[in-house]
């Protein structure tokens, strides 16, 4: 099985600053056939179910902000939220979607300070 | 539109076993994948198995043993089956759409079910 190790597990932030949420795989998620990434980044409401943020490690999904970036290759990806805002305070999730099974990262709080 | 709803009971007894439904709407289970996800209280998310729209299966494999995912095309409806529960299968489960064209994410999800093992 991949292994997504994700980190911190905590961020404490006032609003404006910028946060970056790292994952690392225990494999490459790289597609050989397409060159894609199958990494996905989620975030999760307290109460809600999850909502995807990014795709293929870096692409946006339609309608989520431009200040949140994904980016990284390979084994390594990063998830930036510049400009943090109130309704940005969230648990954010790594998914890998390379090989099954399946696999999350344990999860970032992204907390107010 | 497209919506999947998850339905079960709410309370299940150590040993017993656990039966979810997730009946879909907006899109046909011969078209997408439809996947299992769960979460304990306070925790992180969990990859539970999926099923393909061809009818394949593919499982966690700490779940394998116990897990059963089927369907049923002509109600819409994806069923999970977990025996032997113990207290730590007590969390939300959910239901979600993986795209089968690309670009492939989890685009739809449930709301979750509440399930709590305990006697």
């Known amino acids: 099985d991949i292994v997504m190790t994700q980190s911190p597990f905590s961020l404490a932030v006032s609003e404006g600053e910028m946060v970056t949420i790292n994952c690392k795989s225990s494999?490459?998620?790289?597609?050989?056939?397409?060159?894609?990434?199958?990494l996905a980044w989620y975030q999760q409401k307290p109460g809600q179910s999850p909502k995807l943020l990014i795709y293929?490690?870096?692409t946006r999904q339609s309608g989520v902000p431009d200040r949140f970036i994904g980016s990284g290759s390979g084994t390594d990806f990063t998830l930036t939220i510049s400009d943090v805002q109130a309704e940005d305070l969230a648990d954010y999730y790594c998914l890998q979607h390379y090989s099954y099974p399946y696999t999350f990262g344990a999860g970032t709080k992204l907390e107010l300070k | 539109q497209v919506q999947l709803k998850e339905s079960g009971p709410g309370l299940v007894q150590p040993s017993q076993t656990l039966s979810l439904t997730c009946t879909v709407s907006?899109?046909?289970?011969?078209?997408?994948?439809v996947h299992w996800v769960r979460q304990p209280p306070g925790k992180g998310l969990e990859w539970m198995g999926r099923m393909r729209y061809n009818g394949d299966t593919s499982y966690n494999s700490a779940l394998k043993s116990r897990l059963s995912i089927s369907r049923d095309t002509s109600k819409n409806q994806v069923f999970l089956k977990m025996n032997s529960l113990q207290t730590d299968d007590t969390g939300t489960y959910y239901c979600t759409r993986f795209t089968t064209e690309a670009p492939h994410y989890f685009d739809y999800w449930g709301q979750g079910v509440m399930v709590t093992v305990s006697s």
């Open positions: 293929y490690a870096s």
């Open positions: 907006g899109f046909s289970l011969t078209s997408y994948n």
């Open positions: 494999q490459s998620l790289l597609s050989s056939g397409n060159q894609k990434n199958y």
